[in-house]
């Protein structure tokens, strides 16, 4: 059976730092796009980063980019997000999902397997 679980978050204040993990098992997703995407109350889920086999990243840059960081660690399976500087409309459940598509692809429906979400609030 293939799992996402996303692990890290918790509360903490502006100008803070989150880091979160997605844990893979399962199977492998070595050729797979690893993404990390958030929803806030009310609002529709939003890409925020992915990552590919290759390193290559790609980041929602009008709400993060500068600020966080994804990185993947192949040998375990496990795609991080590294959180700086947060701010309180980056509070969030965030998810971690893969899919055989492009790094660039910022559509959740393009992604085939999903975590169940962390959450993340940022108070001011």
């Known amino acids: 059976q293939v799992q996402l679980v996303e692990s890290g978050g918790g509360q903490v204040q502006a100008g803070g730092s989150l880091r979160l993990a997605c844990a893979a098992s399962?199977?492998?997703?070595?050729?797979?796009?690893r993404a990390w995407f958030r929803q806030a109350p009310g609002k529709e889920r939003q890409f925020v980063a992915a990552i590919n086999w290759d390193g290559v990243s790609a980041y929602d840059a009008e709400s993060v980019e500068g600020r966080f960081t994804i990185s993947r660690d192949s040998a375990k399976n496990t795609v991080y997000l590294q959180m700086d500087t947060l701010k309180p409309e980056d509070t969030a459940i965030y998810y971690c999902a893969a899919g055989r598509t492009a790094v660039t692809d910022k559509e959740s429906r393009s992604y085939d397997y999903w975590g169940q979400g962390t959450r993340v609030t940022v108070s001011s």
């Open positions: 399962g199977r492998t997703f070595s050729t797979y796009s």
